[in-house]
């Protein structure tokens, strides 16, 4: 909920209802902030989080999260408020057209007239729960894809009145089976087995889910999982895919992909599967479209791709498949090495004093190094454990993460279905309440995010004084700027104080200042050290600023 004048009814409503025991109200002081923050709280539950608002500009700063919820199947109902139709075209104050204004990323819209007498009969309370109902199966993917409804509803004055306590809880409410979000139907399930010659990959995207990593398993198939796949664990993972499927001893023998979720991270994934020669199936993932990059290099052909709902595996694995899963394996492992060499205990130990104070000043000269942003990905990597959450922004961090963390069972989520930076922060905010509501642990959320990510939800650090505040720590990786597109190929022949300015734009905004004053506590870990000790920090609400090394 944001506060507003034409959804006052909906706010004294819900308030009433959460006291009776039957929901939970999250009050957010802008609308933007709360769309993201409902996305978290259906990212983490699978089942659709309402958003209330207002009318006019209001329900417009809701696209950006309705758009994201769109692209990544994840399921809302907008509940807008809105004048009644006498109101409508003629200038009234605050007055637009609401109902389709997110265009074709809402496959289902109401306009519900506003009431025309007081009270609800029985026959209009029939009406409306058939219409909750609609709505919610059509968010949470019953008839088709899962994402985003809107509900636009009018409201004639007075708009409210006193409403009293609510005695119980509707026995008839939507049970929470019905509303957890659900594949849309109509795709056939297929059987797939272990190639003779083994030359099978199994690409795990965004979101894809552990299902990647059986399949893999079963099919004796290399493991390329996305960090937040949800699949980059297990015996078959191949955290160095990108770097491999640019070799010709490993990605040039590749003649099948299955691909689940939505690959984002890198452009090796695409060009594999733009190649004639090899076969991809893809299970469709949650989300407004089929993933598909053949179709875009072969536009006059069409597709080769085989779109399918689930995949069974039939069939054993031999040897062979083992040798080529551990080619992929091994190699990776080469190519990440060990990372910074362990410490020479014996040295720590050793009787003779030169010796251990060389070991004492090396520990001092590796805590002291400025932490860059391979550092800063493992170390967040290394205290994340599953009973954690862990969010990643759109910057240059996710992508180094992608390249190079090791397989470990943890939930990651990332805004991926459009991958915007804008609602970040309170996409975790909403992934941290409902994991504290659902799971009742002591788990922490992290969000790792760009300076610019954070700056561009700043809104999403204030909170009412009346709402609760979850466990949050949101760590800025901080250079100055946009450091992703210093790598875009145009760098290269533009002038670079162009670049700076029109690209990378350079900020100096004090951190600390910022943080402090919108009542957050606030660390700073310039060093390896610093680091180790601010993430273990027992703060509830912090935010950790690392200035990064290039």
């Known amino acids: 909920m944001s506060p507003g004048s034409r959804s006052q009814a909906l706010a004294l409503a819900a308030v009433a209802l959460e006291r009776a025991g039957g929901i939970a109200v999250h009050v957010r002081l802008d609308e933007r902030t709360a769309g993201f923050f409902a996305l978290g709280l259906a990212v983490e539950t699978g089942r659709p989080a309402a958003v209330v608002t207002t009318s006019g500009t209001a329900v417009a700063n809701l696209h950006p999260a309705v758009l994201e919820a769109h692209h990544s199947g994840v399921p809302m109902v907008v509940l807008s408020a809105d004048r009644p139709t006498e109101l409508r075209g003629i200038g009234s104050n605050q007055t637009t057209v609401q109902p389709g204004m997110f265009g074709s990323a809402v496959a289902f819209v ?19 729960r058939a219409l909750v109902r609609e709505a919610v199966a059509a968010a949470a993917g019953h008839t088709g894809q899962p994402g985003p409804v809107q509900l636009d509803l009018a409201f004639r004055e007075p708009l409210s009145a006193g409403l009293g306590d609510v005695d119980g809880v509707p026995d008839d409410e939507v049970d929470l089976a019905f509303a957890t979000r659900r594949q849309g139907p109509g795709l056939p399930v297929v059987d797939l087995e272990p190639d003779a010659e083994p030359a099978t990959v199994v690409i795990a995207g965004h979101d894809a889910g552990p299902d990647a990593e059986r399949i893999a398993w079963e099919l004796g198939a290399p493991l390329l999982a996305e960090v937040s796949s949800g699949a980059r664990f297990g015996r078959n993972a191949v955290p160095a895919y990108r770097e491999l499927l640019r070799d010709a001893e490993h990605g040039g023998r590749v003649r099948r992909a299955v691909v689940l979720g939505h690959p984002t991270l890198s452009r090796e994934v695409p060009a594999l599967l733009q190649r004639g020669d090899v076969e991809t199936v893809v299970v469709r993932a949650p989300g407004a479209d089929v993933y598909d990059p053949a179709r875009a290099s072969r536009p006059s052909e069409g597709t080769s791709t085989t779109v399918v709902a689930d995949v069974r595996v039939t069939g054993r694995t031999g040897a062979a498949h083992r040798a080529w899963v551990g080619r992929w394996v091994g190699a990776s492992r080469a190519l990440l090495g060990d990372g910074d060499a362990a410490p020479d205990l014996d040295a720590k130990r050793s009787d003779d004093r030169a010796e251990r104070n060389r070991f004492l000043r090396d520990e001092v000269a590796l805590r002291r190094r400025p932490v860059d942003r391979a550092m800063l990905a493992d170390a967040v990597w290394g205290v994340t454990w599953p009973h954690d959450r862990l969010v990643l922004g759109a910057s240059q961090l996710i992508r180094v993460a992608d390249a190079r963390v090791p397989g470990k069972k943890v939930r990651v989520h990332a805004n991926r279905g459009l991958a915007g930076i804008d609602g970040t922060i309170s996409t975790a905010l909403g992934i941290a309440t409902a994991l504290e509501a659902t799971a009742g642990t002591a788990g922490t959320t992290r969000v790792v995010v760009g300076d610019l990510t954070f700056l561009h939800d700043l809104g999403g650090l204030v909170t009412g004084t009346e709402e609760h505040r979850p466990r949050l720590q949101v ?13 875009l190929e145009v760098a290269r022949t533009t002038p670079p104080e162009d670049m700076r300015r029109m690209m990378t734009t350079p900020q100096q905004v004090d951190v600390e200042r910022v943080v402090t004053g919108l009542g957050w506590e606030y660390r700073r870990a310039a060093t390896w050290g610093d680091l180790e000790r601010v993430l273990t920090d027992p703060a509830e609400r912090v935010v950790i600023e690392v200035p990064l090394a290039d």
């Open 110 to 128: 109401r306009d519900v007239e506003a009431p025309s007498a007081h009270g609800v009969d029985d026959a209009a309370r029939s009406t409306i």
């Open 475 to 487: 760590v800025v990786g901080n250079d100055g700027g946009g450091a992703i597109f210093r790598g």
